[in-house]
């Protein structure tokens, strides 16, 4: 049967939004073993009612029907502003009514009577003998006037209740031709049904129960199903190549079609919360694709098509809300698309005995529904930048800052990609991106390397958040946060040796670079290629998918005001990072995965460290030690050739100096640091740092003890005991001393 994509009419775009809305959506029993009728429970929510209302009755320019006009032209009644809702086993419509009564002939009328005010009216719906249509069968009316008082009797109500129920008893649901237009999708989905098959099933289907209750008007459907003789089981194996092959091709297919539909849905609707609802869902959703990609798969067993038909369950209710917050926009809720999958949601709890099959054939029909205009390079499965997608991911830091100005769309490049730090913009200074740009580090490297992904990071923290105007008391946080990520996922490492050949850092989930950016969750937002190749760009990406996480998740979420404070927002954010948006919360949990849990543990060492001045430490992870203090200076020179000796450490510097003691003077006495040793002499506690390389916030403080000075060891400022002790667990060997500044500024 060819797929119907001609224009709906107004009537026909209601129906159509109020059928997509439920057809088959709450399916839940499973196939009698020798087939017979399935009862699907549907729901027609009030509002959609009210609104397919007003495109029977009511679709003049200004919304207003009018009910007597008589011959003469001196009697009239106009409805306008419908409300529908329940009234006990009833339907009640209430809307505005003018009302003028006379006597005459035309062009001379006598007056009897205006009127302004309400007009209520109820009935009972019931399902036609046809069995696919749903009326409105007339109870009663009444009219309220200006004070709320009802009006039951009089001239005036009689003549407007007999035009009420020649009215209101027009009103249908007629959904006969539109559950015939299912057979449309049918054949590409069950393949193993002929022709005659198809066609009983979809004439087969019709209403069998109805009831009013609170927020909708529910009624039964009669699916009449019949079990596909299924053959012996194979032996479970391995798919073959060809399956493969189709098997790719299929989940590709479904991706690009899920973003086919957020991209076509989003561009429909003005309303911010809809757009971010739409881009949640995709970004989620490919999430939940790579877990279900490593997955075993089998003939029987395809976890990717369960994931495919989850995330359209999910894209339901944001595009059903498209409809009822976008007036006049109820068309978008195109039948026959959401009819289809919904109608695959419930086939596919039916068990195999229905023979689903979701084919390439059938996804880019799919596609044409959503988009009759849609052409087949639409879901091919690019690795090009979308500008649609960009766009829809840059607004989300716009909902944070309103008022300011949107980033240009014409610059879809990350804030890190290619910092230029000349002060000659014809004699560009090299960058750490330059240097950095094909260097997998070595143990000896570490001196050089370390220190100049440190200050690219650093550019990276500052152009996002300058950028993306992130408030001044995040800045902090959010640079830890980025440095944390970028040692937990790569080591600080872009590229590595591969076979003698120098190739981006990869994982086995398609996670690549410094920042391990999800190529087949960012695809279309990020350039692959360069996230790829530059490890500027990479930096970036990651930098700003981890603030739209801290801003849009964690923030609004409130993780702060949990127990950990403030620094639960680097946790969540990077939970949603690791996990996808709908984990923002992983790391506070205890119903989720040990191997979660193991990874959610390992980043607060790290972002612990980091926030303690200590990220240098990631040498630890490459398998060196960590470089001495301080970011080395960017200078032209490229980085160590193979066979180089890396230069000999400087010095530490001076223990005890009176810039030590400056620091500690400086500081709030009601705040706290840590003492990691004490010491006869400066040259101990000097040893001491250098023995344990220790960086960061360390300081050696001269105090006097009676007749002797002692040299304190100190590390960090914390203005929380809970911050103190967060950072105390890393020193347990050399059991430190938690104290506070006051009682060494004191002495």
């Not at 053959?231 to 297919?253: A, F, H, I, V």
């Not at 978008?332 to 689903?356: H, R």
């Not at 964690?554 to 954010?573: F, I």
Request: overall charge neutral.
């Amino acid at each position: 049967m060819p797929a119907q994509v001609s224009a709906i009419s107004p009537v026909g775009g209601s129906l159509r939004r109020l059928l997509s809305v439920t057809l088959l959506i709450l399916l839940l029993p499973t196939l009698p073993a020798q087939g017979s009728t399935v009862q699907v429970p549907l729901s027609f929510e009030y509002p959609l009612l009210e609104q397919l209302l007003v495109r029977q009755l009511f679709n003049t320019p200004d919304g207003s029907a009018e009910i007597l006009n008589d011959r003469t032209g001196c009697s009239r009644i106009d409805l306008s502003d419908p409300r529908l809702g329940p009234a006990g086993e009833d339907l009640e419509v209430i809307t505005r009514v003018k009302a003028r009564l006379g006597a005459g002939i035309p062009g001379a009328c006598s007056e009897i009577l205006t009127w302004q005010g309400q007009v209520a009216f109820t009935g009972r719906p019931v399902i036609e003998s046809n069995g696919t249509s749903l009326r409105f069968e007339p109870r009663e009316s009444w009219l309220i006037d200006s004070d709320g008082k009802e009006i039951r009797s009089g001239r005036l109500r009689e003549v407007a209740d007999a035009s009420l129920r020649v009215f209101f008893g027009r009103f249908t649901l007629d959904l006969a031709p539109h559950l015939r237009s299912l057979g449309d999708v049918l054949p590409d989905f069950l393949p193993h049904r002929s022709t005659e098959q198809l066609q009983s099933i979809v004439n087969g289907l019709g209403f069998s129960a109805l009831r009013v209750s609170p927020a909708s008007l529910d009624v039964s459907m009669d699916f009449p199903i019949e079990a596909v003789p299924q053959p012996p089981p194979k032996p479970e194996g391995t798919l073959s190549p060809e399956e493969m092959r189709r098997w790719e091709e299929r989940w590709q297919l479904m991706d690009a079609l899920l973003a086919l539909a957020v991209k076509y849905y989003a561009s429909a609707t003005d309303l911010q919360a809809l757009r971010s609802a739409l881009l949640e869902i995709l970004i989620d959703s490919r999430y939940r694709l790579g877990e279900a990609l490593v997955e075993p798969v089998s003939p029987s067993h395809d976890p990717v098509r369960a994931w495919f038909l989850d995330s359209w369950q999910r894209l339901d209710p944001v595009i059903r809300r498209i409809a009822l917050e976008q007036e006049g926009q109820e068309h978008l809720l195109v039948f026959n698309v959401l009819a289809a999958t919904d109608a695959l949601q419930a086939l596919d709890q039916l068990g195999p005995g229905i023979g689903l099959d979701i084919s390439a054939d059938g996804l880019r029909r799919l596609a044409r529904l959503i988009d009759a205009s849609y052409g087949e390079e639409l879901l091919r499965y690019s690795e090009e930048v979308d500008p649609e997608l960009q766009r829809l991911f840059q607004e989300q830091f716009e909902t944070e800052r309103p008022g300011s100005e949107m980033p240009e769309p014409q610059l879809p490049e990350p804030a890190a990609f290619r910092f230029d730090f000349s002060l000659f913009p014809r004699a560009r200074a090299a960058t750490p991106t330059d240097r950095l740009a094909s260097w997998a580090p070595g143990r000896d490297d570490l001196d050089d390397y370390l220190p100049l992904v440190s200050q690219l990071l650093q550019t990276t923290t500052e152009e996002v958040s300058r950028k993306h105007g992130l408030a001044s008391e995040h800045k902090s946080l959010f640079r830890n946060l980025v440095f944390a990520t970028a040692w937990q996922e790569s080591c600080w490492r872009q590229f590595v040796v591969k076979d003698k050949k120098l190739v981006p850092l990869r994982s086995g989930t398609g996670d690549v670079g410094l920042m391990q950016i999800n190529e087949r969750v960012w695809r279309g937002f990020y350039d692959l290629q360069k996230l790829r190749w530059d490890i500027g760009y990479n930096s970036g990406a990651g930098a700003e998918v981890l603030l739209d996480y801290l801003l849009k998740y964690a923030l609004r979420q409130g993780e702060q005001k949990r127990p950990g404070g403030r620094s639960n927002l680097a946790r969540a954010s990077y939970s949603a990072y690791n996990g996808g948006p709908r984990q923002v919360s992983r790391y506070r949990r205890n119903d989720v995965p040990a191997a979660h849990r193991k990874i959610d543990a390992a980043f607060w060492d790290k972002y612990q460290q980091v926030a303690a001045g200590n990220e240098l430490r990631v040498a630890v992870c490459l398998g060196g030690e960590p470089p001495s203090r301080g970011p080395a200076p960017v200078t032209p020179a490229t980085k160590k050739p193979a066979g180089v000796q890396a230069a000999k450490k400087p010095a530490s510097p001076p223990a005890g100096t009176a810039s030590d003691g400056q620091w500690v003077r400086a500081q709030r006495a009601e705040h706290f640091t840590l003492q990691l040793g004490a010491f006869s002499e400066a040259k101990f506690a000097a040893d001491f740092i250098r023995q344990e390389s220790l960086s960061g916030p360390v300081h050696v403080y001269p105090m006097r003890q009676g007749q002797e000075t002692r040299y304190l060891v100190l590390y960090g400022s914390y203005g929380q005991r809970g911050d103190a002790e967060a950072v105390k667990r890393k020193f347990t060997r050399f059991k430190p001393w938690l104290r506070r500044f006051g009682d060494l500024q004191g002495r």
